[in-house]
């Protein structure tokens, strides 16, 4: 059973950052692609930004130039620097991870409430 423990989120106000975390239980066979989706109230979960082992990145246009996804191996580690955050960022971010590409993620994590408000 992979699992995925995510830490980081929060309330920020616009224009401000924050640092999302996720790390992952799985081997690097189960974890080749790992990332985020978002999910506002009332809207359909959407792929965030997502990167692969080998260094493949994919951002959602709305937040290319004030996302980036970093990972670290070594520590089946995810991180999501976002920056200049807008109230549309507001969301339930999900971590996910698995071991095809970027856009079919096999295991997630609970969740982490991304506030944006002044």
């Known amino acids: 059973q992979v699992q995925l423990v995510e830490s980081g989120g929060g309330l920020v106000q616009p224009g401000g950052s924050l640092r999302l975390s996720c790390a992952t239980s799985?081997?690097?066979?189960?974890?080749?692609?790992m990332g985020w989706y978002r999910q506002a109230p009332g809207k359909k979960r959407e792929l965030v930004a997502g990167?692969?082992?080998?260094?493949?990145?994919l951002y959602a246009d709305s937040v290319k130039g004030r996302f980036t996804i970093s990972r670290d191996n070594a520590k089946n580690t995810a991180y999501l620097q976002m920056n200049s955050l807008k109230p549309e960022d507001t969301a339930v971010y999900y971590c996910?991870?698995?071991?095809?590409?970027?856009?079919?993620?096999?295991?997630w994590g609970q969740g982490t409430q991304v506030t944006v408000s002044s």
């Open positions: 996910y991870t698995g071991p095809e590409g970027i856009t079919t993620p096999r295991y």
């Open positions: 990167s692969t082992r080998g260094g493949t990145t």
């Open positions: 799985g081997s690097i066979f189960s974890s080749n692609a």
